[in-house]
């Protein structure tokens, strides 16, 4: 079964510091991979994808993603944290079955930027 | 481009009374779905339909939920009676035809069953 862990429920980051969110993920066969954002009361905005290629990723509003088959993990990061990155984040994976396009998803992170 | 479109923002109803949620995906795009979002969690698919076809409904508890897209355009969820586990935020999401890779969801819909 294809699924994804968010080990961390929150991250503290100081504005201005590097930030990390962790994702890591089990499927079988090659994984399509997704990073979105929820702002309160808003619905989830797409950051970036990995589908194949290169193995870093850049997205919306500075952010970069890497993808490490060995490690299973698809890490989501930014150099230089902003408060106005504090927000929910959702790591996914595609479902490959069928023409479902169903995304799994993680039970999110909360980002926290601190001034 | 107008987004994806959702209504009514907010709904707070009884236990075992009825409550219908209403998408209208992006202009032009074949595949519509339906996520349910408990707090604390990450979304859930609850069913995908491509055009006016379920595609996907693995996940939709039919006993109470249904979902229809009559004309291929826009969709219409509804929860007949409802539980106080099904409080939770509905999420849309509409994608171009062959592109279920990319997603466009809408505000959602948050419902609060007392």
């Known amino acids: ?115 | 481009e107008a987004g994806v479109a959702q209504s009514p923002r907010y709904k707070i109803i009884e236990k075992r009374q009825s409550v219908a949620f209403w998408c209208n995906p992006i202009s032009g795009h074949a595949t519509l779905y339906w996520y349910q979002q408990i707090l604390g969690q990450g979304p859930k698919l609850l069913i995908q339909f491509q055009n006016n076809g379920v595609v996907d409904d693995s996940q939709l508890p039919k006993d109470r939920f249904s979902a229809e897209r009559l004309k291929g355009v826009d969709s219409t969820l509804k929860i007949q009676p409802a539980k106080l586990e099904d409080s939770a935020v509905y999420l849309c999401a509409s994608s171009p035809w062959g592109r279920t890779d990319t997603q466009y969801f809408g505000p959602g819909t948050r419902l609060t069953v007392l």
């Open chain 1, 1 to 115: 079964a294809q699924s994804v862990a968010q080990p961390e429920d929150q991250v503290n980051v100081a504005e201005g510091n590097p930030l990390t969110v962790k994702c890591t993920y089990s499927v079988s066969g090659n994984p399509y991979l997704f990073w979105y954002v929820q702002y309160p009361n808003r619905g989830l905005q797409f950051l970036l994808k990995y589908i194949t290629g290169d193995n870093l990723v850049k997205g919306s509003y500075g952010f970069e993603a890497e993808f490490n088959k060995s490690q299973t993990s698809f890490h989501l990061k930014k150099p230089s944290a902003l408060v106005s990155d504090s927000a929910l984040y959702f790591c996914a994976v595609r479902a490959l079955s069928g023409n479902t396009g169903k995304l799994i998803f993680g039970q999110g992170t909360t980002l926290q930027v601190k001034p």
